[in-house]
Nanobody, 120 residues
Framework: VQLQASGGGLVQAGGSLRLSCAAS????????MGWYHQAPGKERELVAV???????KYADSVKGRFTISRDNAKNTVHLQMNSLKSEDTAVYYC???????????????WGQGTQVTVSS
């Protein structure tokens, strides 16, 4: 199973970016899919995740500014980031909790990370 993220970049404060992530491989289902970020010197933190039943969780810091969306048929997840702030600067990682075909249990998978830099 692989998660391929794209869409990071450099943007001015107040601007927008859209991140995308596509999962591929021997996937039976993806229970949780979403985004974490990690700023320099800090731990990786949840940004937004969506569960198979449709529930969504956002970090308090991004509520009202970021929107997560998911296409279960395509195993993709997107993060629309609006009103970006300098404190959003971080490496963003796509995450998936995956049931792998032919295996028992669920496994954590991470994408390669994409840099988001917001200039003030």
């Amino acid at each position: 199973v692989q998660l391929q993220a794209s869409g990071g970049g450099l943007v001015q404060a107040g601007g927008s970016l859209r991140l995308s992530c596509a999962a591929s491989g021997s996937i039976r289902s993806i229970n949780v899919m979403g985004w974490y970020h990690q700023a320099p010197g800090k731990e990786r933190e949840l940004v937004a995740v969506t569960r198979g039943g449709g529930s969504i969780k956002y970090a308090d810091s991004v509520k009202g500014r970021f929107t997560i969306s998911r296409d279960n048929a395509k195993n993709t997840v997107h993060l629309q980031m609006n009103s970006l702030k300098s404190e959003d600067t971080a490496v963003y990682y796509c995450y998936g909790l995956v049931e792998v075909a032919g295996s028992i249990g669920r496994y954590d998978y991470w994408g390669q990370g994409t840099q988001v830099t917001v200039s003030s």
